[in-house]
């Protein structure tokens, strides 16, 4: 698959979502850059401004496997994963597979469900595969959660831990649509317009080619250590009590790949490392009590950063 097919493939399935996602553009286009780059994502916002209905639309565009779980107080963590079930006709243990089995999965109001059931994400988000009773489940490729949750001083929630939180490569707002948008948004309620009427615009196969580009994108070394140098950067900063670990910086990278893929480069610029860096880091940091009582924000802290770093000089051939 070449530049002009990656595009050409981006570009369709962003359109299609945009059917049934009203003046989110930009955020549409962030979600796919993640998706492309084979991160699990996490949307955070108030209820009622379209989390789900992103999510639901991203799944109806692929031709792939998908699964939804509804994360409620009661959930369990076998509800997740699976349960192995004794089987009297062979007097053996038989292995259910739960709905993480599949392409993509959209986990609904991940934070209404209790830390234990949430704990069951780790090794699938982190290895893509299920340990049940010592045996271990490989999950198909590609593998990736889409999850929403409401703000965490909404009733009924609890917080995600921070080792579950540095699993997702990207966090989103969505934010309230403009009135002009909002009045499309009714007109779609009004004639009954749901993500799952979308047709499939990609395939299984063609989405896993379309990742191997973005894998492909060139990083040269002066920007690999750009990258440490901004993750290396939080671990230092007076306002945080946890900076960004390792994993952030992968993260990044990848992400900054998958931006340069959609620009429709074959190599990576300090614009993409810096565009992708609020996205990929800001829910991994923790600001300090002071801090966020004077008011500071992750975001702000990584706007600094990005201020006070150095830019490689002429990165792509170094």
């Known amino acids: 698959m070449s530049d002009e ?3 050409a493939g981006f570009g369709r399935l962003r359109d299609n979502i945009c059917h049934v996602v009203r003046g989110k553009t930009d ?3 962030l979600v ?7 991160g699990h994502l996490l949307i955070e916002d108030v209820p009622g401004v379209g989390k ?3 999510a639901r639309a991203l799944a109806a565009s692929l031709s792939g496997g998908w699964s939804r779980i509804q994360f409620t107080p009661d959930l369990l963590p076998s509800d997740v994963t699976g349960v192995s079930i004794f089987d009297q006709r062979t007097r053996e243990f038989e292995f259910h597979r739960g709905p993480v089995f599949a392409n993509v999965v959209l986990g609904d109001e991940i934070n209404r469900a209790s830390p234990k059931t ?4 780790l090794e699938v988000m982190a290895e893509h595969q299920v340990t049940v009773d010592g045996v271990t489940y490989p999950l198909p490729r590609p593998h990736i959660v889409i999850a929403t949750q409401n703000p ?3 009733q009924g929630t609890y917080t995600l831990p921070e080792a579950q939180l540095d699993r997702f490569m990207m966090q989103l707002r969505i934010g309230y649509p403009s009135a002009e948008q909002e009045v499309r948004v009714v007109g779609d309620a009004i004639a009954r317009r749901l993500p799952e009427q979308l047709q499939p615009v990609m395939t299984v196969e063609e989405l896993i080619r379309m990742i191997d580009i973005t894998r492909g994108v060139y990083m040269a070394p002066a920007l690999q250590s750009f990258i440490v140098t901004i993750t290396g950067a939080t671990r230092t900063v007076a306002q945080l009590r946890l900076g960004a670990s390792p ?4 993260a990044l990278a990848v992400a900054a790949q998958a931006s340069a893929a959609y620009e429709g480069r074959s190599f990576v610029t300090a614009d993409d490392v810096k565009a992708m860096a609020r996205p990929v880091l800001a829910h ?9 009582i004077q008011g500071h924000t992750a975001h702000a802290v990584i706007d600094t950063i990005l201020a006070a770093v150095p830019v490689p000089q002429d990165p792509v051939r170094v």
Do not use: K, Y
């Open 32 to 38: 796919l850059i993640c998706f492309f780059a084979e």
């Open 52 to 54: 789900t209905t992103i």
């Open 5 to 7: 097919h990656f595009l």
């Open 152 to 154: 965490i001083d909404q």
């Open 247 to 250: 994993r952030a910086s992968n």
């Open 27 to 29: 955020v549409v286009e």
């Open 118 to 121: 949430q704990s069951a994400l």
């Open 284 to 292: 991994r940091l923790l600001l300090t009590p002071e801090a966020a």
